[in-house]
């Protein structure tokens, strides 16, 4: 059974970092591509981040372009999102999820058929 399990969430100031960590099955992590979303109260889920296995071809929102770092760490089958310089309009739920074939494009939740259970992420002005 394909399983992503988020972690790493948490309450932070404005200006200070957080690292997700979204662990995989093995199954999962031989997926095509993996990458991060998140979703505000009252808003639709959006875009952060993604990373592709061919390659490692990575793809960033423009709200989070040098300041999110996403990795991948095959050993540990572990997908990490790195978060510095947070402000309080990143505060979300942060999903970590992964295609089960080829995507067309890498930002766009349709392409994306495992999700991990989210992780909250609060930043205080």
């Known amino acids: 059974q394909v399983q992503l399990v988020d972690s790493g969430g948490g309450l932070v100031q404005a200006g200070g970092s957080l690292r997700l960590s979204c662990a995989a099955s093995?199954?999962?992590?031989?997926?095509?591509?993996m990458g991060w979303f998140r979703q505000a109260p009252g808003k639709e889920r959006e875009f952060v981040a993604a990373?592709?296995?061919?390659?490692?071809?990575?793809y960033y929102a423009d709200s989070v372009k040098g300041r999110f770092g996403i990795s991948r760490d095959n050993a540990k089958n572990t997908l990490y999102l790195q978060m510095n310089n947070l402000k309080p309009e990143d505060t979300a739920v942060y999903y970590c999820?992964?295609?089960?074939?080829?995507?067309?494009?890498?930002?766009?939740?349709?392409?994306?058929?495992?999700w991990g259970q989210g992780t909250q992420v609060t930043v205080s002005s």
């Open positions: 999820a992964a295609t089960g074939s080829i995507p067309k494009v890498l930002n766009s939740d349709r392409e994306y058929d495992y």
């Open positions: 093995r199954r999962t992590f031989s997926s095509y591509a």
């Open positions: 990373v592709s296995w061919v390659g490692g071809y990575t």
